[in-house]
């Protein structure tokens, strides 16, 4: 029912601004989130991607993803592009800014898409399609609204705030809620809902808390121009696997020692370090 202003969301339903009213069993709210809802206390990562066919024209086309080239020219904060083959022809190839303003002038950008093709001997293409996004990497949480607790995905705080990625926790929170469902009268269904997903909120509040802490240093404390070299590159030069365990959102406390003290330089840290919650609990 797309062209409808929503005027009010209950567990059980849904009035819109025409006046009909939708009820079912349990409504979900997923209308995204509000980037005004995180000004002041927010960086943003900003992208526009392409998704091209270089049929005739294949260039230096990579045949492994490029996750994060940085060695492109520094503008607006950490700028780095990612490039992913989907077939021998086909690629989507992403510029990407970890900045402090969530203003993203799209020509500009596109200016700079196209000449990273030309560099790399891409120069006749076709555009398949062309995707952009803003998304917030904040530095302090806001709250939510108490009549609101079934919201899911940004709206409810269910993003990786080091990335401002979703999936994964979109991906956890559905099957939860599946599970749910095949377990739970309908009667019952909005307070187990409701307790699942602080349950999930809970597993994630550590290395969230954490990550907001890096937030608050790349977007308040480092400055812009010395955000590759000063932070990004120290940090990505740490083992593989605790990267892994940064992006999944199960850091131990070694892993966070050694992430919050890579832009320092220090990598003095032992196996044995004891496992508490100095920097939040550990999953």
């Avoid at 995204?32 to 206390?41: K, N, P």
């Avoid at 949480?141 to 269910?158: K, M, V």
């Avoid at 019952?188 to 809970?202: F, I």
């Avoid at 593989?240 to 966070?256: E, H, I, K, N, V």
Wanted: some cysteine.
């Amino acid at each position: 029912m797309a062209g409808h202003q929503v005027e009010e969301v209950t567990a059980t339903h849904v009035r819109l601004s025409g006046g009909d009213t939708l009820t079912a069993g349990l409504v979900l709210d997923a209308r995204g989130g509000d980037l005004h809802r995180y000004e002041g206390r927010s960086g943003y990562q900003k992208f526009l991607g392409w998704e091209i066919d270089v049929e005739a024209n294949r260039g230096q086309l990579p045949t492994l993803p490029l996750l994060m080239d940085a060695t492109v020219e520094q503008i607006d904060g950490y700028r780095f592009v990612y490039a992913l083959p989907f077939s021998p022809t086909r690629l989507l190839v992403e510029d990407t800014y970890f900045s402090r303003s969530k203003d993203l002038d799209l020509g500009a950008v596109r200016a700079r898409l196209d000449a990273y093709l030309l560099v790399r001997g891409i120069r006749q293409c076709a555009l398949v399609r062309e995707e952009v996004g803003v998304l917030p990497m904040p530095w302090s949480e806001p709250s939510r609204r108490a009549d609101n607790r079934l919201a899911i995905g940004y709206r409810g705080g269910f993003f990786h705030p080091g990335t401002g990625y979703s999936l994964p926790r979109a991906a956890r929170v559905a099957d939860s809620l599946a599970r749910l469902a095949a377990m739970v009268p309908t009667a019952e269904m909005a307070r187990a809902a409701g307790m699942a997903l602080n349950d999930l909120r809970a597993v994630f509040r550590g290395d969230d808390q954490f990550a907001r802490l890096l937030n608050r240093l790349a977007f308040r404390v480092v400055p812009p121009a010395r955000l590759r070299d000063q932070v990004f590159a120290p940090v990505y030069g740490l083992p593989a696997p605790m990267l892994a365990r940064f992006y999944a959102g199960r850091t131990s406390l070694r892993d966070r020692l050694a992430i919050a003290a890579a832009p320092a330089g220090v990598r003095l840290f032992r196996q044995t370090v004891e496992q508490h919650s100095l920097l939040g609990e550990s999953p």
